[in-house]
């Protein structure tokens, strides 16, 4: 069955502190994973799509990484507008163009 | 252009009310989602049209009726919901194509049901 966990479900950092939010996924074929941003009350805001193992891809102070367990949401210093919540979702390959999600990471950086 | 737009932003009904969300997209995508999200949950699967046709109904109650009146307008038609239905209601929309396919989701109708 497929499977999307994220962690931390919720992070606190101060601004500079850099960090990484996790995303772990079984999936039966992986067609793609996904980062989105949403913020409180706001639809799902596209960052990064990753099709295969070893791929970077990156954007202002965000860099995401995948190997075939997982993926990484890397956060170079952060402000305080970087706090969202950040949302993996994973396609497989058979799953027609279905998103699975994982529940998110909330994240929240301090001036 | 990556947009896609909701209407309306709120919307606020009681349970015998009949109302309509709206989503459009000029990216000449061609599969179109429904998604119903609650506060502090990821967004769930509702409908997925594909190439104009419903390709996925996720289980959805009967009184959540999908439209897809052609390849660039979407419509959600309510009737007779019930207070748990209140939630984020997301539009998204996607190429349609075979290979890993980015969704590009719209900003929300935020759905009140008294």
């Known amino acids: 069955e497929d499977q999307v966990t994220q962690s931390p479900e919720a992070l606190r950092l101060q601004e500079g502190e850099s960090s990484s939010l996790n995303c772990s996924y079984t999936v039966s074929g992986l067609r793609g994973l996904f980062w989105y941003r949403q913020d409180p009350g706001k639809g799902p805001e596209f960052l990064f799509t990753?099709?295969?193992a070893g791929e970077e891809k990156e954007k202002e102070r965000l860099k995401a990484t995948l190997t075939k367990k997982e993926s990484f949401l890397h956060i170079t210093a952060p402000k305080p507008e970087d706090s969202a919540t950040y949302l993996c979702?994973?396609?497989?390959?058979?799953?027609?163009?279905?998103?699975?999600f994982g529940t998110g990471t909330r994240l929240t950086v301090i001036p | 252009d990556t947009e896609v737009t909701q209407t309306p932003k709120h919307l606020v009904m009681g349970m015998t009310n009949k109302k309509s969300l709206k989503c459009e997209q000029h990216?000449?995508?061609?599969?179109m989602y429904w998604y119903k999200q609650k506060a502090k949950k990821p967004p769930e699967l509702m409908f997925v049209?594909?190439?104009?046709?419903?390709?996925i109904n996720e289980s959805v109650p009967s009184r959540f009726s999908p439209e897809c009146p052609n390849s660039s307008l979407l419509n959600l038609h309510l009737h007779a919901l019930q207070p748990e239905d209140s939630a984020l209601y997301l539009c998204a929309s996607s190429q349609g194509r075979g290979s890993a396919d980015t969704q590009y989701f719209g900003p929300g109708t935020r759905l009140t049901v008294l």
């Open positions: 979702a994973v396609q497989a390959e058979t799953g027609a163009n279905n998103l699975f």
């Open positions: 049209y594909s190439y104009e046709k419903l390709s």
């Open positions: 990216m000449g995508h061609r599969a």
């Open positions: 990753l099709y295969s």
